[in-house]
């Protein structure tokens, strides 16, 4: 975000008719529109933010088959022709930004490398022998076992080398969609909160200001869906991850994407900076990730970067600075793979896709190619794979567990407030506080103005927590996220916080 500038885009002012709807210019939105606009389809995109406001302008942005989660375990929940379907799908999400970025010359830094994937806390050596021989099932015949990743500083020990993955500048890459999207007729707008989706012929889709865009087909690409309110949400739990951003000179780490084997892991990677950052080109910046906990359940996030730049400084000795430090949201669904496709139920108009764990950068590019085709009534050989209805009974055993640690968060009903009285936050901070029967969520701006809304999440009345770091009310639940005066940041809510007297009336 600090590295480039996003285009400027209109409200929406007046109802509008087309023939798809895309909610959410992430990556996943934008791919969509792009391939429908090629394909001579009528888009409009909205977005609640600018473009690339959500996760995708958070991402690390490592392009790679090298999946969050090991092949042998996709296998298990999958099959083996799943694991393949996998691999496929994302090295070809890979080839498309590549071949997207060249056909639209879009300057996006994007960049052919190799991956490291290396063992780290207590995992053994035969979780890469296994990974290995998995991955050459799933058809990545090239990944080879290397006594260790190529950095003469430090012994990763053994690591699996990912030929040919890659990485490129996500927001850069969203500007080059943009301007190929309004070029092919589609539009765009930013700012714009969808309140309401409904299905139907025609399906649609009505803004905070009451407007109402008209339809064939709504793409729901808000990472989190939010027209869906039971479902999707117990197949999927949403994780904070934190990443730094250390200065190092240039040349000094060899570039390639690495990561290593515990949950949560490590995720490492070089970035450019330009004149603005580093005036006389000396520099690049190493970016690391990890540290990721459950949304809402932990507000230790000083601790957590504090802990990524130990690991880093041990391992990286030619660490400078750390200029960078950011947190983002990564939805990680019980059976490893994303969700793109019809939204469960009786919709037939209403498509969706997340569940992209950290691998969203594919995902996302996975469905701009699925849901085109599916919209254009194509068969598409991914679609059993990532269909968002599918039950995977191998699965159940992480499904009850999340789902028990969601059902638990509801004993905060009965509990205590974080501080017994308003008195007691600090300019700049919030608290839950107990009045009566009610939680009420205050919030306590520089000039000690008081903000109270009510702790009740908007989605399935969960009691939201202060994230003191990010200055944000975040549900423990399924990952809603809400600022400082009660505004929705992250789904799957979809109204802001309430006012206080609303919840009395409940
Ligand atoms: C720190 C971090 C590191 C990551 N690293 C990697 C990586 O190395 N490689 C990788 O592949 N993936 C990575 N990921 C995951 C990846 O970034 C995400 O999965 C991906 O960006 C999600 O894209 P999206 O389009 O689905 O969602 P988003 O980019 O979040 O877009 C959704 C959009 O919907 C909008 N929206 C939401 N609700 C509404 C509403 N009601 N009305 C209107 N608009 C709305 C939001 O404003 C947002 O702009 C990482 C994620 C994080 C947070
Ligand atoms: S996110 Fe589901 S209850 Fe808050």
């Known amino acids: 975000m600090d590295t480039t500038d996003v285009p400027q885009l209109p409200r929406v002012s007046q109802d509008m008719r087309t023939n798809v709807c895309i909610v959410g210019a992430g990556i996943a939105g934008m791919t969509t529109a792009y391939q429908l606009a090629r394909a001579g389809r009528a888009v409009i995109v909205i977005d609640d933010g600018p473009v690339g406001g959500g996760e995708t302008g958070r991402t690390t942005a490592h ?37 997207i970025a060249s056909l639209e010359d879009i300057d996006c830094d994007f960049e052919r490398l190799d991956g490291y994937l290396f063992l780290g806390g207590d995992s053994q050596k035969k979780e890469l022998d296994k990974e290995l021989k998995a991955a050459h099932r799933a058809g990545l015949s090239a990944v080879e076992l290397l006594e260790r990743a190529p950095l003469d500083f430090w012994d990763t020990g053994p690591a699996l ?74 197949k999927q739990s949403a994780y904070r991850t934190f990443v730094i951003g250390a200065r190092v000179p240039r040349g000094s780490v060899p570039r390639a994407l690495y990561w290593d084997t515990p949950d949560p892991y490590h995720y490492i990677r070089l970035h450019e900076v330009d004149s603005r950052l580093d005036p006389d080109g000396s520099d690049e910046i190493l970016i690391v990730g990890g540290e990721d906990h459950k949304t809402g359940q932990e507000d230790d996030a000083e601790a957590r970067f504090k802990c990524l730049e130990d690991w880093t400084r041990e391992r990286f000795p030619m660490v400078q600075s750390v200029d960078f430090k950011w947190s983002g949201q990564i939805m990680e669904p019980v059976d490893y793979m994303g969700f793109i496709g019809k939204n469960p139920g009786t919709d037939e108009h209403i498509y969706i896709a997340t569940g992209d764990s950290g691998n969203g950068m594919t995902h996302g590019t996975i469905a701009g190619i699925l849901l085109t085709d599916l919209i254009l009534g194509r068969k598409n050989p991914w679609q059993g794979l990532y269909d968002p209805s599918r039950i995977t009974l191998r699965a159940t055993g992480d499904f009850l567990k999340e789902n028990l640690n969601v059902a638990g968060q509801y004993a905060d009903w009965a509990t205590k407030g974080d501080v017994d009285s308003i008195d007691d936050i600090a300019p700049g901070s919030g608290a839950v506080v107990r009045r009566g029967m009610k939680k009420l969520a205050v919030f306590r701006d520089e000039q000690s103005n008081i903000h109270v809304r ?53």
Request: charged share 25%; aromatic share 8%.
């Open 63 to 99: 392009l790679t088959a090298a999946l969050d989660d090991r092949y042998y375990d996709i296998a298990k929940l999958h099959g083996e022709g799943g694991a393949r379907l996998a691999a496929e799908s994302h090295a070809a999400a890979i080839d498309r930004i590549e071949s």
């Open 161 to 234: 080398r990912f030929p040919r993955q890659a990485q490129f500048h996500p927001l850069k890459y969203l500007n080059g969609l943009a301007r190929a999207i309004i070029r092919d007729g589609g539009q765009l707008f930013a700012f714009t909160h969808a309140d309401k989706i409904e299905d139907g012929e025609p399906a649609k889709v009505t803004t905070s200001s009451g407007h109402v865009i008209t339809a064939d087909h709504v793409v729901v690409a808000t990472n989190t869906p939010v027209n869906d309110w039971v479902i999707l949400h117990t």
């Open 454 to 506: 009510s702790a009740v999440c908007t989605h399935l009345y969960c009691i939201v927590d202060w994230n003191s770091i990010e200055r944000t009310w975040d549900c423990p639940c399924h990952g809603s996220r809400f600022d400082p005066y009660g505004k929705v940041v992250n789904g799957p809510a979809i109204t802001p916080l309430e006012e206080p007297e609303k919840q009395e009336s409940q």
